[in-house]
């Protein structure tokens, strides 16, 4: 489908489980609503124009044969659940104009195997990638100064997490279920290790935790035979 350049928004459920459509061209777009393409399940590309301001919640949830996504817009953030359970998305950049990835936005994208964090962004939120099956390195920015529940649970082949940033806590759950992680240093900045933080990292052999760090909660190193 090709959308003409006199359309500016494309509101809330508008192409909600067009489970035929494969490709869409969006030309002078300003705005995409929550859930515009919710269920676009053959959709394969997408190509999100510079012209975009604004993203909804959920734009793109379960669109299951999404495999790249370039981002020419300047928006500000990756929204919530924005790119949740595309199984199949491979590629994505994520502009330097981005300040916030939102929880959920890569929840399920079991095939993506790296994404670079650029150091625009501030905030990573809850469970944001959990269950990237694929994803084998993360690089954290220093700029990073949240990163929320959940964020990497589940990413089952990461064997690489490097946090350059001054976070005060590792937040529950975490990097949970990271069962193939080694060894991770935690910043000198970090106060607390929440619950289930490390929760069945099995192949954890090392871990260096800094003096600041003050309380260590429930479960937190579980499973970490």
Do not use: W
Request: glycine fraction near 6%; aromatic fraction near 8%; hydrophobic fraction near 35%.
């Amino acid at each position: 489908i090709k959308i003409p350049p006199s359309v500016k928004s494309i509101n809330l459920f508008a192409f909600y489980g067009c489970t035929s459509l494969i490709r869409i061209e969006i030309p002078s777009v300003k705005s995409i609503d929550d859930y515009a393409f919710f269920n676009c399940s053959s959709l394969l590309e997408v190509l999100i124009p510079s012209s975009v301001t604004s993203i909804g919640l959920n734009a793109f949830l379960k669109c299951s044969s999404l495999e790249k996504v370039e981002i020419l817009s300047s928006v500000t953030s990756i929204p919530n659940g924005i790119f949740c359970d595309c199984s199949s998305l491979k590629q994505i950049t994520i502009p330097p104009s981005i300040t916030k990835i939102g929880m959920n936005s890569f929840n399920g994208c079991s095939s993506l195997t790296q994404i670079e964090i650029p150091s625009s962004v501030n905030s990573i939120g809850s469970y944001s990638f959990n269950g990237c099956i694929s994803l084998k390195q993360i690089i954290i920015p220093s700029s990073v100064n949240s990163i929320g529940a959940g964020a990497f649970s589940g990413c089952s082949s990461l064997t690489t997490i490097e946090i350059h940033s001054l976070i005060t806590s590792l937040e529950e759950s975490v990097f949970e279920g990271c069962n193939s992680l080694n060894e991770i240093e935690i910043p000198i900045t970090v106060t607390v290790i929440k619950n289930k933080a490390f929760k069945n990292c099995s192949s954890l052999k090392q871990i260096k935790i800094p003096p600041s760090v003050k309380s260590i909660n429930f479960c937190a190193f579980y499973g970490c035979s």
